[in-house]
C-alpha cells in the first residue's frame, strides 16, 4: 500500500495488503488446469462408490436384498451399516445422522448402502438394484405439521427483552401477520466428492472438497474406529462450498474411506448432481409470524416474533443457524422490547445445514419485511422508516445484549440515497407506474449489519506455517480452505506484506490435517480475520529472527533493519537481497520457518440464554434496487442495482468486490428464482437445473454499480483493519425482494400491502397482485 507501484500496471503489482492483486489460481482458472478433487490422477487400482437411496420418506427397513447389486457387472463390494467398524454417524453436533441407514430410512434420497465398483457408472447402474422391503411411518413434511406435533431436532429458544407485551398493548400502532421464506440449494459447481487412498498399517488419507479437513478427519476416524493421527485429509481448492461442505462433507469423506478399507484400494465418490441435491441439507426455509407495535413515524416500540425452520430429518448445524436467524432479526434496528422464539422443526426431509448467511438471511428478511409493512400502513416511504429505527445514541444494545459500538449503516444509507438518487427515482417510478397498465416498477433501499465471529466461540482461532526456504521463497500453509472466494490470495498477501516480498513470492499449498491440525471450518466469513492474523504471526515470528540476526551480523541497532519491496535495508548504507539475507541467516543457523496463532478477543456468548457478546465486530452494506414485474406473466427482472458495501480497509478490493457481486446475485436467486418444491411421498422434485432455477449471466441487473465503501475501517483490531466480506453481501438482495413488493403494491395505487412470500417466483408474483387487485384493506 505504501510502497510506489511498480510501471507495468496490475500485472506487476506487488500484492501486498490492501492491493488489488489477482486471485493466486485465476490463471489456473481459466486455463482449466486447477485442479479440483475430481481431478487428481487416479492411483493405480482405484474403485468408484454410489450410494443406494431411500425410496420413502419415513419409513422401517424390513429387509433388503442386495444380490442384485453384488452380482451386477464390474461390483466389487457393497457395504451397509453392518460394514461400519466404528461409529455409524456423521452428525457434526448431534450424533443423529448415520452414515448409512441401518433400521429406518427418515428421508426419501437418505442413503442405505454403499456400492464399489471398478467404473462410476458400474457403481451407479448397480446401486439402482437394490431391493429394499419397507414398511411406511407417519412423515412430517411441512413446518407447520412439524409444529402442530411438536416435531422439533433440539428444543426452541426464546430471546426477550423488556416487557414487550405491554409494550406491544400500548403502541399507538399494531399490526400482525405472518409470511414465508424458501430455502435454497447451495449448487456448488463442484458436487460433493471425496477419494480416498489406504496407506500403510490401517492409514488412510483422504482428498475431500471439504470447508473443514478437520471434521472430515475426526468423522472418518470414528466411522473407522481408529484414532485422527491415521487419517490425513487434504483439499486444495473447492468449486464453491457456499456452507454446504461445512459439515456434509463427511458424509462421502466417510464412504471412501469405508469403502477402502472393506477393499484395500483407493475408492472415489462424486455425487451427480440429481443424487446431490437428493441428498444434502440446503438453507433452512422459514415460517414467520409477527406482531408489532409502533409510533407515528413507524419507530418499534415492542415486537414479537416467531420463527419455525426446517431443519430435516437430523439436527447437522441447526442449532447455531436458528441462534443466528434469532441474532440477525434486529439487522440494523433497535428493538426496545422484544421477544423472538425460535422452533427448529423435525421433518422427514433432507438434514438443512450452513448456507452463506448461515440463518442470518432469514432474521433480516423477517425485520425487513415487518418495516415494510409499517411503513405501507402509515402511508410513508420505507426509507424513512428504516431510518427512524436505526441504531443510534442510546438506542444501541442488541436484543442479545451485546453493544453496538462500530454501526455506520446510517451513514452508508446517506452515502447510497444520493449517489443513487433513491428520492428522484421513487417519485419518477411512481410517476411511471400511473401510466404503464402492465409492466410495473418499484425500488427499495435495505441495510445489512451482520456479526462477524463463530458463535461457538472456541471456533474463533487459527493456526498457520510459514516456510523460508533458502533461496527466498516463502511457503504458506494455514487451516483455512480455498473456495473461490480468495482467502488463499489474501493470506498470502498478508505475509508477503509482513516479509516485505512481492506476492509471486509467495505460494500456498494445500489445506492439510497434517499440517495444520484441529483448524476450524473456513465459514462464518472468518477465513481471512482468523488465518490472516495466524499466519501474520508467524511471518512476523520468522522477520524477528531475521531482524535479529541482521542487527548482529551488521552491528546496526534493530530498528535500523527493514524489509520491503524483496530487499532488506540495514543501516543507511547496506541492502540486501531477501534472499541474500536469508540464505546468510540460514549457514548461520536461524530457524526460518514459524507457526503462528490466533483466537479473537473480547467474545463471549451464553448458548442458552443466547446474551452476550458474539461478534468481534459488525459489517455493514446497504443495497438500492429497481425492478420491473410484468403483471400478467410475474415475471420480474432487476434492472439497476447501486451498493457500497463496507470491507473496511479491504484487503483486497478486486477479490472483495466479487465477493459483493456474486453474495448479491446469489442472494438475488434465493429471493426471486430458486424454489424447492416436495411432492406427497416427500421427494424433493427440484432436483436438477431443469426445475431449479439458479441465476445466470443475463439475470445480473442491467446498471449494476458496486462500490466498496472508501471510509471503510474496522474499529476493532481486525487483519489490516479489514472486514470479512464473505457472507454480508448476499443479505444486500433483500432490496430486490422489497423492489418487488414496491412493484406490486402499485398495483393497487399503493392502497394496502403485498402479501408477498419468497421466493417471488413469476407465480407468487401473480399470486400477490390478484390480492392486490382484490384491494385488501389497509391493516390498523
Ligand atoms: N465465494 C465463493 N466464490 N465460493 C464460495 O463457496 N462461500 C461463502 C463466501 N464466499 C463462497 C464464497 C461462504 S458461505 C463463506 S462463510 C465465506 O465465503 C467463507 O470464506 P471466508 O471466510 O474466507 O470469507
Ligand atoms: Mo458459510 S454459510 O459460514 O460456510
Not at 405 to 411: G, I, L, P
Request: net charge neutral; glycine share 8%.
Amino acid at each position: 500500500m505504501n510502497d510506489p507501484r511498480p510501471p507495468r500496471g496490475e500485472a506487476a503489482l506487488r500484492g501486498l495488503a490492501g492491493e488489488p492483486v489477482r486471485h493466486d489460481s485465476a490463471h489456473l482458472h481459466v486455463a482449466g488446469e486447477a485442479a479440483y478433487t475430481d481431478d487428481i490422477l487416479e492411483v493405480r487400482g482405484t474403485l468408484h462408490a454410489a450410494f443406494g437411496l431411500s425410496r420413502r420418506a419415513h419409513a422401517r427397513i424390513k429387509s433388503m436384498d442386495l444380490s442384485g447389486v453384488r452380482a451386477a457387472p464390474g461390483v466389487v463390494a457393497v457395504l451397509t451399516a453392518a460394514d461400519v467398524p466404528g461409529e455409524n454417524n456423521v452428525g457434526p453436533i448431534l450424533h443423529d445422522d448415520p452414515i448409512l441407514a441401518a433400521t429406518e430410512v427418515q428421508f426419501y434420497g437418505q442413503p442405505i448402502f454403499l456400492v464399489v465398483a471398478e467404473s462410476v457408472g458400474a457403481a451407479r447402474r448397480a446401486a439402482r438394484l437394490g431391493a429394499v422391503d419397507y414398511e411406511d411411518l407417519p412423515a412430517v413434511l411441512t413446518i407447520e405439521d412439524a409444529l402442530a406435533k411438536q416435531s422439533f431436532v433440539i428444543p426452541s429458544v426464546t430471546l426477550q427483552r423488556g416487557d414487550w407485551q405491554a409494550t406491544l398493548a400500548a403502541a399507538p400502532h399494531r399490526l400482525k401477520g405472518a409470511f414465508r421464506i424458501g430455502g435454497q440449494e447451495q449448487f456448488y459447481l463442484e458436487g460433493q466428492v471425496a477419494y480416498g487412498v489406504p496407506g500403510e498399517d490401517g492409514d488412510v488419507l483422504v482428498y475431500s472438497s471439504t470447508q473443514h479437513p478437520g471434521e472430515v478427519q475426526l468423522q472418518v476416524a470414528h466411522a473407522l474406529g481408529v484414532e485422527a493421527h491415521r487419517v490425513a485429509v487434504e483439499c486444495r481448492r473447492m468449486g464453491g462450498g457456499f456452507g454446504g461442505k461445512e459439515t456434509q462433507a463427511s458424509h462421502p469423506a466417510c464412504a471412501v474411506a469405508l469403502a477402502a478399507r472393506a477393499t484395500g484400494r483407493p475408492v472415489k465418490l462424486r455425487y451427480d448432481r440429481d443424487d446431490d441435491i437428493t441428498i444434502t441439507g440446503k438453507r433452512h426455509d422459514y415460517l414467520v409470524e409477527y406482531e408489532v407495535g409502533f409510533d407515528g413515524a413507524g419507530r418499534i416500540a415492542g415486537i414479537d416474533l416467531m420463527f419455525a425452520s426446517r431443519c430435516g430429518f437430523s439436527a447437522d448445524l441447526s442449532g447455531p443457524v436458528n441462534d443466528r436467524t434469532v441474532m440477525h432479526a434486529d439487522n440494523c434496528y433497535y428493538l426496545p422490547a422484544v421477544r423472538i422464539v425460535s422452533h427448529r422443526c423435525k421433518t422427514n426431509t433432507q438434514s438443512n445445514t450452513a448456507f452463506r448467511g448461515f440463518g442470518g438471511p432469514q432474521g433480516m428478511m423477517a425485520i425487513e419485511y415487518v418495516l415494510d409493512e409499517i411503513a405501507r400502513a402509515l402511508g410513508c416511504d420505507p426509507l424513512a422508516v428504516r431510518r427512524a429505527n436505526f441504531y443510534g445514541p442510546g438506542r444501541d444494545v442488541t436484543p442479545y445484549d451485546m453493544q453496538v459500538e462500530d454501526f455506520v449503516a446510517d451513514r452508508l444509507f446517506d452515502e447510497l440515497a444520493a449517489s443513487s438518487d433513491y428520492a428522484a427515482r421513487r417519485a419518477a417510478i411512481r410517476t411511471w407506474n400511473a401510466t404503464s397498465a402492465i409492466v410495473k416498477r418499484g425500488i427499495a433501499m435495505t441495510p445489512v449489519k451482520f456479526g462477524i465471529s463463530f458463535t461457538a466461540t472456541f471456533y474463533n482461532q487459527a493456526s498457520a506455517l510459514v516456510h523460508v526456504y533458502t533461496d527466498g521463497s516463502v511457503l504458506l500453509n494455514h487451516g483455512g480452505t480455498e473456495m473461490g472466494q480468495g482467502l488463499f490470495t489474501k493470506v498470502a498477501q498478508v505475509v508477503a506484506h509482513e516479509l516485505g516480498v512481492d506476492f509471486d513470492r509467495v505460494r500456498v499449498s494445500a489445506s492439510d490435517t497434517s499440517k495444520i491440525p484441529n483448524a476450524s471450518a473456513t465459514a462464518a466469513s472468518s477465513g481471512s480475520d482468523l488465518n490472516g492474523k495466524a499466519a501474520q504471526a508467524a511471518a512476523a515470528a520468522i522477520k524477528m529472527r531475521l531482524v535479529a540476526f541482521a542487527a548482529e551480523r551488521f552491528q546496526v541497532p534493530p530498528e535500523a533493519v527493514r524489509f520491503a519491496a524483496n530487499h532488506v535495508k540495514i543501516g543507511d548504507l547496506k541492502r540486501l537481497k531477501f534472499g541474500e539475507l536469508v540464505r546468510l541467516a540460514y549457514l548461520a543457523r536461524v530457524q526460518l520457518w514459524a507457526s503462528g496463532f490466533y483466537k479473537t478477543p473480547k467474545i463471549h456468548y451464553d448458548p442458552k440464554t443466547l446474551k452476550g457478546r458474539p461478534f468481534y465486530y459488525f459489517a455493514y452494506g446497504a443495497a438500492v434496487s429497481e425492478v420491473a414485474i410484468d403483471t400478467l406473466t410475474g415475471e420480474t427482472r432487476t434492472l439497476r442495482a447501486d451498493i457500497l458495501h463496507d470491507a473496511g480497509r479491504s484487503l483486497n478490493p478486486a477479490i472483495d468486490l466479487g465477493q459483493v457481486e456474486g453474495g448479491f446475485i446469489q442472494g438475488m436467486g434465493w429471493l426471486t428464482t430458486e424454489e424447492l418444491s416436495w411432492d406427497e411421498s416427500g421427494r424433493l422434485m427440484t432436483h436438477a437445473p431443469s426445475t431449479y432455477k439458479i441465476p445466470v449471466a443475463s439475470d445480473v441487473p442491467a446498471d449494476f454499480r458496486v462500490k466498496l465503501w472508501e471510509r471503510g475501517e474496522n474499529v476493532e483490531d481486525s487483519i489490516h483493519r479489514s472486514k470479512a466480506v464473505g457472507e454480508p453481501p448476499l443479505m444486500l438482495a433483500i432490496s430486490v425482494f422489497h423492489a418487488i413488493k414496491d412493484a406490486v403494491a402499485s398495483v393497487s395505487g399503493y392502497e394496502g400491502t403485498a402479501h408477498l412470500n419468497s421466493p417471488a417466483t413469476p407465480e407468487e408474483v401473480l399470486r400477490a397482485v390478484a390480492a392486490m387487485t382484490k384491494r385488501q384493506p389497509v391493516p390498523a
